[in-house]
Structures are given as structure tokens and as C-alpha cells.
């Protein structure tokens, strides 16, 4: 099992903030996610601004991904 160092909430989304350097987005409306790799140490903060997500990471770098814009959605 893996923790979840931070989560957040915003319109149908459900942002994981994981341990393993991992940020997974659930879209709550479709039961879909998708997983954001890239961060050499976990992410700790998340901020939304309209359909933008933005991570921070303990690497000291911020990630910015448009939702709607992201075309790899998986199913559960």
C-alpha cells in the first residue's frame, strides 16, 4: 500500500498526492485517472486555477497540467 502524502478536492476531480513520487487525478464524474510522473521526490501541494493543476514537489519543482487538455484517462 502506498500513502498518500496530500490530497485535495476541486469540481470533480480528486487529486492523490502519493509517496512513491506518483500524483494521481481521479476524475470522480467517469470513474477514470490518470497518473503524473515526473517529480524526483513526492509532490506536497497542489493548486487549481480553473481546469489547471499545479504541484509543487519536495525536488523543488512545479508541474502544470491542463485537465482538460489530457487524452491518457484510464479505467478502474
Do not use: P
Request: aromatic content about 10%; some cysteine; overall charge positive.
Amino acid at each position: 500500500m502506498i500513502a498518500v502524502k496530500c490530497l485535495s478536492v476541486f469540481q470533480k476531480y480528486l487529486v492523490l498526492c502519493l509517496e512513491d513520487d506518483i500524483t494521481q487525478i481521479i476524475d470522480l464524474g467517469v470513474n477514470k485517472y490518470i497518473n503524473i510522473i515526473g517529480h524526483r521526490s513526492f509532490t506536497n501541494c497542489c493548486l487549481t486555477l480553473k481546469s489547471t493543476l499545479l504541484l509543487g514537489g519536495y525536488d523543488g519543482s512545479i508541474s502544470i497540467t491542463n485537465l482538460l487538455k489530457v487524452k491518457e484517462w484510464r479505467k478502474f
